[in-house]
Structure formats: structure tokens, C-alpha cells
């Protein structure tokens, strides 16, 4: 019996290695791989060669100086938003109001830079502050509502999504609106050029918003790791009744790790605002999705600063991509949307997966619990006998 036993848990060892270099490794690797050969076959149906098209992909993007500055580029308010999303949901805080919050940033930046009496370089701090305050404080609204009415979390923050992009279509294209053009394109005034982020490298796209979403990465690893904050948050993540016990206070994790998401949220939509665009433009945050594929590469990435940043990297790359394809074959854009959402349905799958044998774990611990309570019962009875 010692012997079986031995090699079970040889067994379950090496299975237990196994799992942990696929989850911690493997999975986004084998996720993107998956999606590509789905990608694959679509521009095979659509009469394309496959490796053609995604050679041209992989040279633009990767191999062209113009291509790799678009990627970071894109990749700056995807990974920021990310990093607020990664720490939220590792604390088991599953908000995905994201997209609601760099609207109210990027807007409040936009008014804040275009109209406070102050020199540039203030008006862009202050701009800056103002989107991370409101949009923070608009995201714990989500927290509220879940604990004073018991609306879910998640049902609640994407509700406040809907909330912001009307009030935000409202400011822009009233009170706020650019008329100078005549009107007919729903945005603001463009901001000065003293107030604008200025570029990192001249005549290409990345501002110095990409060296904040680099700090940014490193602060977000030292939070979860370093601190006993973050420590907390994970505790409250991994059991939150363990946690409380604990002496955690699980209502302020949920309203400090809300705020920080909502806080780098609001600092995506500044940076778009006073580095990339220079103005708010109604829709535009809709149009571009990155709070979403922010979202999606916390999910592939697992909660993981430096792996969420990367995987953010990697879909950057998938969208450009996307634009670059449509503009040199006769594949549409489309075929980036087809890869990410490949890459959606297997992060989906995976939580389901995840859900499953966290369900059939629980069940299997409880028989033995109750097998084990019965065992004694008979013992005891025994005992009584004699």
C-alpha cells in the first residue's frame, strides 16, 4: 500500500509540475498559438495564403521601425489598464467597467487641460490628477452598490459603463463641443501644445505615457508582492472568509483595489487624451477597445504584472497588425478580431475549466469529510460496545 502510494504521488508530482509550467507558461503561449491557426483558416477561406499574409504581419509589426513604434504605441493604455484590472481581480474583484472609466478620464482631462487659467506643464499634471481622481471614485461607485444593495459587482460596473459613454457623448457634443469646423465632428477643442505630452522619439507615435506604463508595471509587481497590502488583497482573493478571519477588512480591499483600477483606467484615457489625440473625441474609446483587451491580457496573463504587460504587447501587436494586412493583402481587418476572439473563447473556456474543478475539489472534500465523520461514529460505537 506504501508503495502505490508513493508512486501516486509520484504521479500527481509530476502532474502537479506539469500543470503548473502550462498555467504558468504554457497557456498564453498555447492560447496564442491556437489562435492563429484559427486565424489561419480564415484567411485560407478567404482565398489568401496563410503564410504569406501572416509573414507580411510578423515583418511590419515586429521587423519595422515604424510598426514596432505603432505597437507600443497601442500598447500604452492596454497595458495601464491592465494593471488596475490585474490587481482588482486578483483580489477576486471582477470589475469590467473599465472602458466607462477612461471616458470619464480622458473627457476630465480633456476640459481640465483645455480651460484651467495655469501654464502648460501644470494644466498637464493637473489634467492628469483630475482623470485618475474621478475616474477612481467612479469605479468605487461599482463597490458601493454591490455592498449597500447587493447589486452584483460585475452587473453593476458594465452598467456604469453605458452611464459614462452617454455622459461623456453628452459633454462632448454640447457644452464642450468643437464648433470651430463647423461642428460636424462630435469632439472638443484640441488641446495646446503646451499642455500635450510630448513625444518620446520625434515624428513616431509613443509619447512618455510608455515610460509610466513601464513604471507602472514594476510599481503594480511591487504592490502585489512587496507589500502588506497587497497581501491582503491576494488573501482576499484566494479566501475571502479566511481573510476576514484573518482580520482583514474586506470592504476596504474592495474600495482601494476598485479605485486603482479605476485610477489607471482614468490615466489610460488622459494619456490618449493629452499625448495621442490632443482632444476628446466622442467614441473613440469604444472604437479602439483597449480597456478590453486590457481586460483580456490580465486574464491570459493570470493576474501577473509582467506577463499581463507582455501578453498587452502581443495583442498591441494582433491590432496593428490587423490594420497593416487590410492595407498590403486582400484580408480585411477583421482578421485581428478573429484572433483575439478566438484568444476570448479560450480564456473562457479556461475559467470554466477553473470553475469546474473548484466545484468537483469541494465536492470531493466534503465525502471525505463525511466519510471520515462516519468512520469515527462507527469507531465510537465500537468503543461503547466493549
Request: charged share 15%.
Amino acid at each position: 500500500m506504501s508503495a502505490e502510494n508513493n508512486r501516486s504521488g509520484a504521479k500527481r508530482s509530476l502532474g502537479d509540475i506539469a500543470f503548473w509550467l502550462f498555467e504558468k507558461a504554457g497557456q498564453p503561449v498555447v492560447a496564442l498559438i491556437i489562435a492563429f491557426f484559427v486565424g489561419g483558416l480564415a484567411i485560407l477561406a478567404s482565398g489568401e495564403n496563410p503564410l504569406k499574409v501572416y509573414s507580411i504581419m510578423f515583418e511590419k509589426t515586429l521587423f519595422h521601425l515604424p510598426g514596432i513604434m505603432n505597437t507600443l504605441a497601442r500598447s500604452t493604455p492596454i497595458i495601464i489598464c491592465a494593471m488596475g484590472l490585474a490587481i482588482a481581480w486578483r483580489a477576486n474583484y471582477e470589475t469590467i467597467g473599465s472602458e466607462g472609466q477612461m471616458i470619464l478620464g480622458g473627457i476630465s482631462a480633456a476640459i481640465t487641460a483645455l480651460y484651467l487659467p495655469a501654464p502648460g506643464i501644470v494644466r498637464t499634471l493637473v489634467a492628469i490628477v483630475v482623470a485618475i481622481i474621478v475616474a477612481g471614485v467612479y469605479s468605487m461607485a461599482a463597490g458601493f452598490l454591490d455592498t449597500q444593495f447587493r447589486v452584483p459587482l460585475v452587473i453593476c460596473s458594465l452598467l456604469l459603463n453605458s452611464i459614462a459613454a452617454l455622459f461623456g457623448s453628452y459633454l462632448v457634443g454640447f457644452p464642450f463641443k468643437d464648433l470651430s469646423s463647423g461642428g460636424i465632428a462630435i469632439q472638443t477643442p484640441q488641446v495646446e501644445e503646451a499642455a500635450r505630452i510630448p513625444k518620446m522619439v520625434t515624428r513616431y507615435a509613443p509619447h512618455w505615457g510608455l515610460l509610466v506604463a513601464i513604471l507602472l508595471v514594476a510599481a503594480t509587481w511591487f504592490f502585489m508582492n512587496r507589500t502588506v497590502f497587497g497581501y491582503e488583497s491576494k488573501m482576499v482573493g484566494l479566501n475571502s472568509n479566511f481573510a476576514r478571519y484573518g482580520g482583514v477588512r474586506r470592504t476596504r480591499v474592495m474600495y482601494v483595489t476598485l479605485f486603482i483600477a479605476g485610477a489607471c483606467a482614468g490615466l489610460a484615457g488622459a494619456f490618449e487624451v493629452l499625448g495621442m489625440q490632443y482632444r476628446f473625441v466622442d467614441q473613440a474609446v469604444q472604437q479602439t477597445n483597449y480597456p478590453w483587451t486590457g481586460l483580456m491580457a490580465v486574464l491570459i496573463g493570470g493576474y501577473r504584472p509582467i506577463a499581463t504587460a507582455l501578453i498587452s504587447l502581443a495583442l498591441a501587436a494582433i491590432q496593428y497588425a490587423g490594420t497593416v494586412v487590410a492595407r498590403e493583402t486582400n484580408v480585411t481587418q477583421d482578421i485581428a478580431k478573429i484572433i483575439q476572439a478566438t484568444l476570448t473563447l479560450l480564456v473562457a473556456a479556461r475559467l470554466l475549466a477553473r470553475y469546474i474543478a473548484t466545484k468537483k475539489s469541494q465536492r470531493t472534500l466534503r465525502r471525505r469529510e463525511q466519510e471520515q465523520d462516519g468512520l469515527a461514529a462507527v469507531t465510537e460505537g465500537g468503543d461503547d460496545h466493549e
